[in-house]
T-cell receptor, first 113, second 112 residues
């Protein structure tokens, strides 16, 4: 039981490049989330998926797209990376909504030059 | 606009009880308050969750007063390994929208 896994762990991009961050969970959770964490800013929700087949915007969705590929996988795509997207990205999952405990992955450290 | 506010940092010594308070204005009556712990280079980890009054588990207690405008995480007899950043989270539901309002975190340093 690996919990929540994220790939890659580290990535360096040039401005304008695109990439997809992968996230998978093996806990049969319904809800999945993508956050970014910047120094002094805490965690900010980018997108979430309450259940398979649905996605919703969070606090900072601009510049990102997501795909809930199936119940296990939730990917985050940067179509045209910008230096402002340099951050640590965390994926999380929970049984459902409404205050359920979230389980976090180890994070992806992304640098955009 | 719902917002959570917590102290930026706290210092303590081994064996002491530590209380970290989070203020959450405009939190709705059906919101949960959740606390997470985060170590460097790791994702946050769930500590405790509550809706009202007092909740206790094997690692912490959570106190939420009747007006629910704040909550206090209590860590009994801290050790060096409790040095971490602690976040409070308000889980707000408004119709079909869900807002997860995270505090900016309290960096707790436990000294020998």
């Amino acid at each position: 039981n690996a919990g929540v896994t994220q790939t890659p762990k580290f990535q360096v991009l040039k401005t304008g490049q695109s990439m997809t961050l992968q996230c998978a969970q093996d806990m049969n959770h319904n809800s999945m989330y993508w956050y970014r964490q910047d120094p002094g800013m805490g965690l900010r929700l980018i997108y979430y998926s309450a259940s398979e087949g649905t996605t919703d915007k969070g606090e900072v969705p601009n510049g990102y797209n997501v795909s809930r590929l199936n119940k296990r996988e939730f990917s985050l795509r940067l179509e045209s990376a910008a230096p402002s997207q340099t951050s640590v990205y965390f994926c999380a999952s929970s049984v459902g909504e409404g205050g359920n405990e979230q389980f976090f992955g180890p994070g992806t450290r992304l640098t955009v030059l | 606009l719902a917002k959570t506010t917590q102290p930026i940092s706290m210092d303590s010594y081994e064996g002491q009880e530590v209380n970290i308070t989070c203020s959450h204005n405009n939190i709705a009556t059906n919101d949960y308050i959740t606390w997470y712990q985060q170590f460097p280079s790791q994702g946050p980890r769930f500590i405790i969750q509550g809706y009202k009054t007092k909740v206790t588990n094997e690692v912490a207690s959570l106190f939420i007063p009747a007006d629910r405008k704040s909550s206090t995480l209590s860590l009994p007899r801290v050790s060096l390994s409790d040095t971490a950043v602690y976040y409070c989270l308000g889980d707000l539901r408004a119709g079909n929208n869900r807002k997860l309002i995270w505090g900016l975190g309290t960096s707790l340093a436990v000294n020998p």
